[in-house]
């Protein structure tokens, strides 16, 4: 016998999961199906984000920072710390305690909102007149049926071609975050997000990192200045990041990982290294859906075909999160999930891609939302630029970290706020306040005339929307 529902979510990641309670908070019986299992085989809801990509990986950066502000910059505080040491097994036990906690918090939070959940993998058996007939294959196998369906199915790590990963010697986001002893020498492929937020915790606890990017250019898609910045700290840091590399053979041992590649000046090279990490981007999650079964199409990416509403072409089946086209973000895939909530609530949800905010949680943080000066460029659009650094903002002095700036950019003619892009202390938390002045299409004088605290890493936004009319009042 099916279990009938009104809609069915597969995927319990931050897409899936906020889907189902949205939906269930409108109202609607809920399933949601997910196959994540902890390591003691029971449900780990909340995808990649929560068992191997956002949680974890903060977790991991928290603790990498605290040893690297203890053997290097207690000191310039009076603080002395000797013998100061790493413990990666508490610390990865600490990181899967945090995991967990979360998992647990969205199990709860079905109870709460009385969404049913069913751990098993799910997959599309026929279309009928009453919907969609979902299999669940688990320890047990169900059938259920709905006439709305939401797919969250989210992204795995993309390989190089002939290099499986074996999370041993070469390793995906996955095993990056379960290395059990610092190694001593690491390599990573890809200087994108992961590339540089993995890459800075292993640096921290003492490896030697290089890291190989194909682009000749540092960071494409961030504001160019800020890019520069943030390769020239990196560089200080001691990341060892070659652009314009064109990996070669990978050849990996019982004594490490050997990578043959070519330099930006077309000459061969060889590293060896104990760990090598693959981060090359992500690709989308649809097989063992069974989509034949009703004929969901696929883009050339292997992403759901879905409209701006996250529409797909089929009636009642929708697509949200890493598995369709977007960036590949937690809050995206969440906003997503809210809105189609509502849209099958015969509601407006509504997303903004515009003001998707960005962050990379390297130290210090880089973080921004809305157009780059390039993008502007591009786009032929008149406008304002306005900068302020960290190193002439008080707080940024008593916290000891003053590297970066603010830099915002605003309309020549009407002074909206365009963009805004921040280095430095904070960045993550700092770019909200920069966000809701956009949602809200606010000016830089808008900002230039509220009162912001002091002394806070804050004064940094208002003095880059007061340099944007050129005349910041401490610098
Ligand atoms: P996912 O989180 O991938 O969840 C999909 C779920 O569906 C999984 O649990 C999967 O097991 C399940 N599933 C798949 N197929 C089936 C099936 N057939 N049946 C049942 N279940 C199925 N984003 C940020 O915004 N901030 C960050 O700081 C950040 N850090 C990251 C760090 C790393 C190392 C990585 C890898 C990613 C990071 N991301 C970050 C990206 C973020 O994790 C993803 O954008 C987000 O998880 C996408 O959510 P989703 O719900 O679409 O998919
Ligand atoms: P990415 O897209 O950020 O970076 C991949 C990098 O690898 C690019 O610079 C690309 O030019 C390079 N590359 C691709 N193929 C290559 C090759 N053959 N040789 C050398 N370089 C190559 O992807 P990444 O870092 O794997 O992360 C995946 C996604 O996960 C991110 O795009 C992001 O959406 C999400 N994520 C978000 C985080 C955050 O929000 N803080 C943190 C980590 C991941």
């Keep these: 016998m099916s279990k009938s529902f009104d809609v069915i979510v597969i995927g319990a990641g931050p897409g899936g999961y906020i889907a189902a309670i949205r939906a269930a908070q409108l109202g609607m019986n809920v399933a949601c199906i997910d196959e994540w299992k902890n390591a003691s085989g029971d449900p780990a809801p909340g995808g990649t984000c929560t068992n191997v990509g956002c949680i974890p990986s903060k977790a991991l950066l928290q603790s990498s920072e605290h040893f690297e502000q203890a053997n290097h910059h207690f000191a310039e505080h009076g603080i002395t710390a000797t013998g100061v040491k790493m413990d990666v097994a508490k610390m990865l036990a600490r990181k899967d305690t945090v995991v967990k906690q979360n998992n647990d918090g969205i199990l709860y939070l079905f109870k709460k909102n009385k969404v049913t959940f069913f751990h098993g993998r799910g997959s599309f058996a026929s279309k009928s007149e009453d919907g969609y007939e979902i299999k669940v294959s688990g320890k047990t196998e169900e059938s259920l049926t709905a006439k709305q369906i939401i797919v969250a199915t989210g992204s795995s790590a993309r390989a190089l071609p002939g290099v499986p990963f074996d999370e041993e010697n070469i390793l995906s986001n996955d095993g990056a975050l379960r290395v059990g002893a610092v190694p001593k020498k690491l390599a990573l492929i890809g200087s994108g997000v992961i590339g540089l937020e993995m890459g800075s915790v292993w640096r921290r606890l003492g490896s030697e990192v290089t890291i190989l990017e194909g682009l000749p250019t540092f960071l494409g898609a961030v504001d160019e200045q800020?890019?520069?910045?943030?390769?020239?700290?990196?560089?200080?840091?001691?990341?060892?990041?070659?652009?314009?590399?064109?990996?070669?053979?990978?050849k990996s041992s019982k004594?490490?990982?050997?990578v043959n590649y070519s330099n930006a000046k077309g000459e061969a090279q060889t590293l060896d290294v104990d760990k090598l990490i693959?981060?090359?981007?992500?690709?989308?999650?649809?097989?063992?859906?069974?989509?034949?079964?009703?004929?969901l199409k696929l883009d050339e990416r292997g992403a759901i075909v879905v409209d701006a509403d996250c529409k797909t072409a089929l009636p009642g089946v929708w697509a949200v999160g890493d598995v369709v086209r977007g960036p590949m973000l937690a809050h995206k895939a969440e906003e997503e999930g809210v809105a189609v909530a509502e849209r099958i609530a015969g509601q407006h949800g509504h997303v903004d891609f515009n003001l998707v905010p960005w962050v990379i949680y390297t130290s210090p943080e880089i973080a921004w939302v809305g157009r780059t000066e390039q993008?502007?460029?591009?786009?032929?659009?008149?406008?304002?630029?306005?900068?302020?650094?960290?190193?002439?903002?008080?707080?940024?002095?008593?916290?000891?970290?003053?590297?970066?700036?603010?830099?915002m950019l605003a309309d020549a003619k009407t002074d909206e706020i365009l963009g805004v892009h921040i280095i430095g202390p904070q960045a993550s938390e700092l770019i909200s306040e920069a966000t809701v002045a956009m949602a809200f299409k606010a000016s830089a004088e808008d900002i230039a005339r509220i009162c912001h605290a002091h002394p806070s890493l804050s004064e940094s936004t208002k003095e880059a929307a007061l340099a944007v009319d050129k005349r910041t009042l401490n610098f």
């Excluded at 800020?226 to 990978?250: H, P, S």
């Excluded at 004594?255 to 050997?258: E, I």
């Design 226 to 250: 800020i890019a520069k910045e943030a390769k020239k700290i990196f560089d200080k840091q001691g990341l060892n990041i070659q652009l314009g590399v064109k990996v070669g053979d990978i």
């Design 375 to 407: 993008q502007l460029k591009a786009d032929g659009v008149a406008y304002k630029a306005g900068t302020f650094p960290f190193l002439a903002n008080g707080r940024a002095r008593a916290l000891g970290d003053t590297t970066g700036m603010v830099k």
């Design 255 to 258: 004594k490490g990982v050997s």
């Design 278 to 295: 693959i981060s090359i981007g992500r690709v989308p999650n649809t097989t063992g859906l069974n989509i034949e079964a009703v004929g």
